[in-house]
Nanobody
């Protein structure tokens, strides 16, 4: 069974940076898409960043130019580099992936990591 484990959240002052990591473990044939979602207090979960196996990335408008999604295929790990952080970036961040394994395709979720931007 594939699991996703996130790390890297924490408390940062406005203007600061954080790097989130999400590692997939288990029997994995391929990872087609990596996603970073976030859910702010009282709001719906939104897709913040996406990275395809071909290397194409996409971002929600509010993070464009500040966040960068990247991956290390050898480690089955995705990263989210977050710069120029704002209080409105405060949220629980979840990674999600479209994975092909021995039993077919599935889309596991990480447990979430809390990012708090506050002075």
């Amino acid at each position: 069974q594939v699991q996703l484990v996130e790390s890297g959240g924490g408390l940062v002052q406005p203007g600061g940076s954080l790097r989130l990591s999400c590692a997939a473990s288990g029997t994995i044939f391929s990872i087609n898409v990596w996603n970073w979602y976030r859910q702010a207090p009282g709001k719906k979960r939104e897709l913040a960043a996406q990275l395809s196996s071909g290397g194409s990335s996409a971002y929600v408008d509010s993070v464009k130019g500040r966040f960068t999604i990247s991956r290390d295929n050898a480690k089955n790990t995705v990263y989210l580099q977050m710069n120029s952080l704002k209080p409105e970036d405060t949220a629980v961040y979840y990674c999600n992936a479209h994975i092909r394994g021995p039993l077919g395709y599935f889309e596991p979720w990480g447990q979430g990591t809390l990012v708090t931007i506050s002075s």
